[in-house]
């Protein structure tokens, strides 16, 4: 059997560039988000602003969205001086070998129970800016590549009560060819609301 290998490398200025690319990308929509929020969670802000009137209303939701704004440009501007770690990922036929920063280790593929392709999914359909968080973490996919959980087999009592996932995160341009090499070592199963929920433990996030 030949022995299949995949390799790539996120560096730390490629993670930077990904990140600053994000924020610029999501900014506006975050701050609509953050808004809306404000409407939808916030109990008594809606009479408040009824029973003030239209103006302090509006220089209220004006506040907001500066204050908003604010900090989403200074973290866009911290982004230059984030230690990001150097992500290296080797797959071939007996197994992956994750590396970031100083940290490595080897999994065998009998590690493993099953993976996970991270997806969206709604969370609270009937919430007004559910639509908006999912576009968020939609181009956040798209900007960074796809992420995969690697779900650790049971081993032990206490491992039973809780989950541990391996992290894999792909690049834009190499998404489908880490899906279809961990489709042929794996079982693939649909990711749900519940999926990584409870006593959850991740390595290499």
């Known amino acids: 059997m030949t022995n299949e290998i995949l390799t790539w490398e996120i560096t730390p200025s490629e993670k930077r560039k990904q990140v600053r690319k994000f924020i610029l990308n999501v900014w506006p929509v975050l701050v609509g988000f953050v808004i809306f929020s404000l409407f939808y969670y916030v109990s008594g ?22 204050g908003v704004t604010v900090c989403i440009w200074l973290f866009f501007i911290l982004t230059k001086f984030l230690p990001y770690k150097l992500r290296t990922y080797h797959l071939d036929n007996t197994g992956i070998t994750i590396s970031k920063g100083r940290k490595k280790k080897y ?24 639509s908006m968080r999912e576009q968020i973490l939609k181009t956040g996919q798209q900007i960074e590549g796809q992420v995969f959980y690697l ?6 009592f206490l491992s039973r009560f809780c989950k541990i996932f391996v992290v894999i995160y792909s690049k834009p341009d190499n998404s489908k060819d880490v899906l279809k090499f961990l489709s042929k070592h794996l079982p693939q199963r649909k990711m749900t609301w519940s999926t990584d929920l409870g006593l959850v433990f991740y390595q290499f996030k």
Do not use: D
């Open 45 to 66: 802000f809606l009479s408040w602003m009824l029973h003030q009137g239209i103006k302090p209303a509006l220089s209220m939701v004006l506040y907001v969205a500066i």
């Open 107 to 130: 999994f065998p593929w009998n590690q493993f129970e099953c993976f996970y392709t991270y997806r969206v999914y709604q969370s609270y359909p009937n919430y007004p800016g559910e």
């Open 151 to 156: 779900k650790k087999k049971s081993k032990g």
